[in-house]
C-alpha cells in the first residue's frame, strides 16, 4: 500500500496530496487504496514538503515569486518538494508525469493517464527559468472554462492567473449572450453580481493550487469618478449621463471634455489635478485593504489610447510621468497604512515612452508590465536583432511601433531608468491564434518569443488570450509553458512528446499535415504585412491566392485521416482527432474568405465572414472547451470590415 506523508499543514499541500492520490489509483486502478497523512517526522512513503523540510537549501531570490521543483522518488515514495507551496504541487505533477501521465487540452478529456504495473523511479531538480508564467483572462469563456483551465495551468507548471477588471462582465457575457452566435442559441446573460461570484470562485480555486494572483488592471479611472468600471459586451455607455464633476475630470481633446469612444473604461483623465490622482491613489489603497489574497494588484490608466488630456498643465509631462506620480502617492498611502500589497504598472499605449522626469520612489513594490500589443508577430528578438531608434513621442498623434524591434527600441528607454523586475505582458493567444489556423507557427513563434525574454532582460510573460485556445489542439500552450520553465528545452523533441500522446501512432502525418496548412495560409500574410495595395486591404494580394486554394486539397486530407481516427484508445486521442475533423471545415471557410480579401474583394469576404460565423457556430457545444468562436468572429470582422485590416484602437 503507498502512503502519502504531507509533513506540513497548509492547504496547498492539502491539495497536492489530493492530486497524487488521484491519479496514483487512475495510473494502478487494482493497488488498493492510497493514504493520506499529516506525518512532519515520516521517513517512508511520498513525502510532500518544501526543501528546506529535508535539509534541501532553498536560496531562491524570492521564495513567494521563484519555483524550484525537487523530486527524488523510488517504485515506493520519496520526497516531493518545492520553494514554495505551489511547487510541491508542481513537483507531484512532475513526477507523475515522469511517470507517462501528460494534460494536453484543459478538462478531463485532455488527461493521458497510462495504466502501468509500477512507478518509475525519478530523481529531477529544476529551478525556473523565469519567475512569471501564466496566463490572464481574455476572449469569450465560460466559468466552466475558467475553472478547467486554472486546473490545467499548474500541471504544466505554470504559476501565474491574472483576473481582468473589477467584474468582467464582457468576457463571461460575450459567451453568455452567445454573441455571433445568436442564430444558433438563445441568449443567456449573466448579470453583474453572478459574474462576481464567478470571479471570487475562481480567486478561490487560484489560491487552493498556490498561484500567483494578479488582479484588477484597468478601471481605476472609473473607479475614482464612480463610473461603471466593467468592459460590457459592446463597450457602449451612451445611455449615461455625467455629473458636471465628472465631466471636468475627463480628458480635455480638441478643447472638449467628453466620453471616449462611447465608453468609460476607455476614458482618460485631467491628470495633472492632484485631486484626481488622489482619488485614483485611493481607491488602490481601499481595494487592497479590502483584498488581501493577491500577489500583484495591476494598476492600469484607461484602456483608450491616444486620448490623453490636452490642457496646458496636462501637456508638461508625459502620460507615464502622470502615472508615476499617481503609483508613487498609492505607494506612499499604502506604506502608512502597513499595507504590503505589491503593485503592477505597464507599458501599454500611451505609457509605451517612459516617464522623463519621475521616478518610483519604492522600487521592491512594483513590477512592470512590458505590453507590447501594437507589434506584429513576424520576428522575436535575438542577439543579432537590428533595434531602430525610439519612436518620437507626440501628444495623442505618436505612431505605434508594429514591428516587434520598435517596440523593444520604447521598452530599452524604459530600462535606463528601471532596474526592478519586469515580465512581458502578450498576445499571441489573443486574436494572433487565429491567424495561424495551422497553429505550428504560432508555437515557434511563442517558443522563440519565450527565449528572447532574457535577451531582453524580462523575467517571464504572461498570456492576454482566451481560455479557449486549443484549436486545433492545445500544442501552443505547451510549448510555450515548457520554454518558460525552460528556455533551452528543443521545439522539436517538445513537439513530438505532445503531438505522440495527442494522436497516437500517426502523430507524424497529423503533425506534418498542419504544418503544411500554417504554410499555405502563411502567418506573415494573415498578420497584415504582405499587401500589395494597403488601399484596397492589408491582406490584398493575388499572388497568394494560389497558396490559399491548397488549403481546400489539405482540408480533404485533414477529413479523411481524421475519419480514420475517430475512436482511439486513450480520450485525448479521440478528442485530437475530432477537433481536425472539424478542423477541416473551419479551414475551408476561412481560406474562401481569405482568397476574398487576396483578390480585393472585400464586400464578397464580408459577407462570407457573416455567413461563416451563423454556420460553423453550430459546433459550439462540441468545442467550446477549445475553440473560442466568438474571438474568431471578432477577428475576422476586423479582417474584413474595413480595407487595412485588423485596427487595435
Known sequence: MLIINKVRADHVIDHAAEELK?????????SGEVDICYAPEAKDGFRLGLLEDFGLPNDVEDPILDDVIHVDTTEDGGILAGSNMRSILFAVYRFLRENGCRWLYPGIDGEYIPTIDALQPVSWHKAADHRIRGFCDEGCVSQENMLECIDFYPKLELNTFMVEWFIPNGYYNRYYTHQHNTGNFIPEPANDTQILRWRRHCETEISKRGLLLFAIGHGWTCK???????NSVNNDFTYLTFTEEQLAAFAMINGERKMFRKAPLFTQICMSRADLRSKIADAIVDYAETHRNMTYLRVS???????????????????????????????EKLTAKNLPTR?????????????????LKNPD????????????????????????????????????????????????????????????????????????????????RLHEDVRALKVMGIRGMAEDGSQRSAWPNAFATYIYAATLMNRDVDFDTVA?????????????????????????????????????????????????????????EL???ERNMAQKHLSMEYRPQTISWRLLLRHAEYIEKWAAIMIAKAEGDNYKALAMAKDFCDDFGRHEPELQRYFDHSLSCRVLEHITRKPQGIILD
Not at 475614482?224 to 466593467?230: H, S, V
Not at 503593485?343 to 521616478?359: I, K, V, W
Not at 535606463?416 to 519586469?422: H, S
Open 22 to 30: 488521484k491519479y496514483l489509483r487512475m495510473m494502478m486502478p487494482e
Open 224 to 230: 475614482a469618478l464612480g463610473l461603471p468600471t466593467n
Open 301 to 331: 490608466l484607461a484602456d483608450g489610447g491616444k486620448n490623453h488630456c490636452e490642457c496646458e498643465e496636462c501637456r508638461k509631462l508625459r502620460p507615464a510621468d502622470w502615472f508615476w506620480k499617481i503609483l508613487n502617492e498609492a505607494d
Open 343 to 359: 503593485l503592477s504598472f505597464s507599458s501599454y499605449m500611451d505609457t509605451f515612452f517612459a516617464p522623463q522626469e519621475e521616478r
Open 365 to 444: 513594490r512594483f513590477i512592470m508590465s512590458y505590453a507590447p500589443i501594437a507589434r506584429d508577430y513576424c520576428s522575436s528578438i535575438n542577439e543579432n536583432s537590428v533595434i531602430p531608434e525610439p519612436t518620437p513621442y507626440v501628444r495623442n498623434a505618436w505612431e505605434r511601433p508594429t514591428t516587434t524591434e520598435a517596440g523593444y527600441a520604447l521598452f530599452r528607454e524604459y530600462q535606463k531608468i528601471w532596474k526592478g523586475n519586469v515580465y512581458c505582458f502578450e498576445y499571441h493567444f489573443w486574436r494572433h491564434q487565429f491567424l495561424d489556423p495551422g497553429g505550428l507557427a504560432l508555437a515557434r
Open 496 to 552: 513530438e512528446d505532445y503531438f505522440s500522446h495527442a494522436y497516437g501512432a500517426d502523430w507524424k502525418q497529423a503533425m506534418q499535415l498542419l504544418q503544411k496548412i500554417s504554410d499555405a495560409f502563411d502567418f506573415a500574410y494573415m498578420e497584415g504585412t504582405k499587401s500589395k495595395d494597403e488601399q484596397i486591404s492589408a491582406y490584398y494580394n493575388p499572388d497568394h491566392v494560389p497558396q490559399l486554394k491548397k488549403v481546400y
Open 555 to 557: 482540408a480533404a486530407l
